[in-house]
């Protein structure tokens, strides 16, 4: 009976009601798609302000709550990225927090952009491959040139869908899924970019949250219109937590790398790589020192837990020069796809060829280890953004420029932890004063978001999104990893 009823609204007529025009949503039927889980695809407008353009897939799947009789309703969570997949975040997320699994219908998706819901595609793994062959000597123009063939790329590949896959789209996605199960309020979980995502949702509905956990938080402001503000704190978190894992290696004698000079046995290893790249045997480069330096802005958000496993790694880089940190990063080419082009279609730098070489060689200067190769490299992660969206030429149809103090929500708690290298913990501070209604979770500690490091932050997130029980003002979890 409550999957025919699910049924029945998903084709039901969609009414917006923030003056666009309304929407029929049609969706396929619900399948089981394995691991308890069911699957569906839901048919949204490519552009909601004229939705005779034609349709998009959304792909969207659901794990039923196993205490029925307790349900709280549906939960769509979002992991971030942009470019992660919320249909594998849904799987990943069962067994650590396993009270939601118990009183929600964990609702996954993949953004409008993003695997099964139309891959955005720009280069490709060969052409990826080649960029980080090519990428040192690290200059300004070259990544120029970089964003010049990234861009090129992106228009000729997805160039019909990248005016649309900016997050005030994706938010009203996320609404168009609440309607087709027939919730009347959200409840939403969003980690690292999954909080601007709630954020711009909160804005646009704000009657509509039941409860929003945004865990790693942007500052959205920063993030949406002074985006070299944005930038540069997150090449001086990056650095910093690469240096605190490092000054823990030369402290402990058990670590396995540097033989007590971990910082100056990482610049050599960099250098050695750049002089002799790994090949294959034809002769592709597969990593040099651009791939290390790209793999560790990855690796550090493992946090303390993982510093002793990316010491053994690095150890394992300079002896035999294999591992995990000289994968080559071409496999990674579809997220950079997604994750550059919906940044660009959010974000308007400024104007100005000076503006711009001024602002990637201060970047660079404050992370002089980590912060060349997202500066002057081949657009890809987050922070290496501004070559190409500077230029990008794209309609930025789908932005969202604020405001951002979502007025009558009900509360939304904000996570942040103080050593995240991805989303600086000033951000969280920022997001938690800018909402009229929201409460900080501290996280002292190291890594990407409080919920994969801390149990006290679960426990927290847990006790808020089943309960609606808000932490105390000024709460901090301190039970960080030891290394």
Known sequence: MFLRRCLAVLTALLVLTSGLPAWAATTTSWTDCGDGFECATLQVPRD??????????????????????????????????????????AKRLLPRFPELAARFDVVGFDPRGVGASGQVRCLTDEETRRGFEDARPLTFDRGQ???????????????????????????????????????????????????????????????????????????????????????????????????????????????????????????????????????DPDGKVLANGSVLAYSMIFELNGGTSAWRTLAAQLQEAARSRTGDLLLPLSDSSSFFAA??????????????????????????????????????????????????????????????????????????????????PDTPYRDAVTLARTLDNARLLTFVGEGHSGQGHSACARAAITAYLVNRTLPAPGTRCTDNPTP
């Not at 029925?68 to 769509?76: D, E, I, M, N, P």
């Not at 997050?167 to 409840?187: C, H, P, W, Y």
């Not at 932005?399 to 708690?413: D, K």
């Open 145 to 279: 040139a970089f964003a010049a063939q990234f861009n090129a790329a992106c228009q000729a590949r997805s160039g019909d869908m990248l005016p649309y896959i900016g997050t005030e789209s994706v938010a009203r996605d996320m609404d168009q899924i609440r309607v087709a199960l027939g919730e009347e309020k959200f409840n939403y979980f969003g980690v690292s970019f999954g909080t601007f995502i709630g954020t711009v949702y909160a804005n646009l509905f704000p009657k509509r949250i039941r409860v929003m956990a945004l865990d790693g938080a942007y500052d959205p402001e920063a993030y949406a219109n002074r985006p070299y503000s944005y930038d540069f704190w997150q090449y001086v978190e990056i650095e910093g937590a690469l240096n605190r894992m490092l000054d823990w290696c030369a402290r402990d004698a058990s670590c396995p790398f540097g033989d007590g000079d971990p910082h100056g046995a990482f610049d050599r290893l960099v250098r050695s790589l750049d002089r002799d790249p790994v090949r």
């Open 48 to 89: 909601y302000r004229n939705p005779a353009l034609g349709t998009i897939p959304l792909a969207v799947n659901r794990h039923r709550a196993t205490d029925h009789a307790h349900r709280v309703g549906a939960l769509l969570v979002n992991p971030g990225g942009p470019g992660g997949s919320g249909l594998r975040f």
């Open 339 to 420: 994750n550059v082009a919906v940044e660009c279609a959010d974000r308007v730098y400024p104007a100005g060829r000076f503006e711009l070489r001024a602002r990637l060689a201060l970047a660079a200067a404050v992370g002089p280890r980590l912060g060349p190769i997202a500066a002057y490299g081949p657009p890809g992660y987050d922070h290496s953004h501004a070559n190409a969206c500077q230029r990008w030429t794209a309609q930025r149809a789908s932005r969202y420029p604020g405001p951002w103090n979502a007025p009558g929500s009900a509360p939304i708690l904000v996570v942040g932890t103080t050593g995240d």
